[in-house]
C-alpha cells in the first residue's frame, strides 16, 4: 500500500510562484514506485498531465507549463516537488500527486489533490 501526501498549494497573484509537495509513504510492501507525476484538474474539464519524472531521470511537462514549472524528486525521501514560477489564472486547478511502477503510464497511486488558486 503506497499514500501520497500532497502539500504546499494555496493563492497566489498571477506571476507568483508556490511550490508544491508529494510525500510518499508505504506499508506493508516493497517500494516499487517508477514513475511519479503531478496532474491537475479545473472545474468542469479533464484530468491532465502537468510533469512526470523516473527513477531513472526522465522527465516530461505539459506544453502549457514548459519553462515555468519544475519537476525534482528526492529518492531517498520519497519525495516529489514541483516548482511553479510564472504562475497564470489559467493554472489555477486541483493538483493531484500519481505514483505508479509502469515508467511510462498513469500509476495506480493518487493523492488526495491540493488546491492552487492563481488570481488575476
Known amino acids: 500500500q503506497v499514500q501520497l501526501v500532497e502539500s504546499g498549494g494555496g493563492l497566489v497573484q498571477a506571476g507568483g510562484s508556490l511550490r508544491l509537495s508529494c510525500a510518499a509513504s508505504v506499508s506493508g510492501s516493497i517500494f516499487n514506485i517508477n514513475r511519479m507525476a503531478w496532474y491537475r484538474q479545473a472545474p468542469g474539464k479533464q484530468r491532465d498531465l502537468v510533469a512526470a519524472t523516473t527513477r531513472g531521470g526522465s522527465d516530461n511537462y505539459a506544453d502549457s507549463v514548459k519553462g515555468r514549472f519544475t519537476i525534482s524528486r528526492d529518492n531517498a525521501k520519497k519525495t516529489i516537488y514541483l516548482q511553479m514560477n510564472r504562475l497564470k489564472p489559467e493554472d489555477t486547478a486541483v493538483y493531484y500527486c500519481?505514483?505508479?511502477?509502469?515508467?511510462?503510464?498513469?500509476?495506480?497511486?493518487w493523492g488526495q489533490g491540493t488546491q492552487v488558486t492563481v488570481s488575476s
Open positions: 500519481n505514483a505508479g511502477a509502469a515508467s511510462n503510464s498513469v500509476g495506480h497511486y
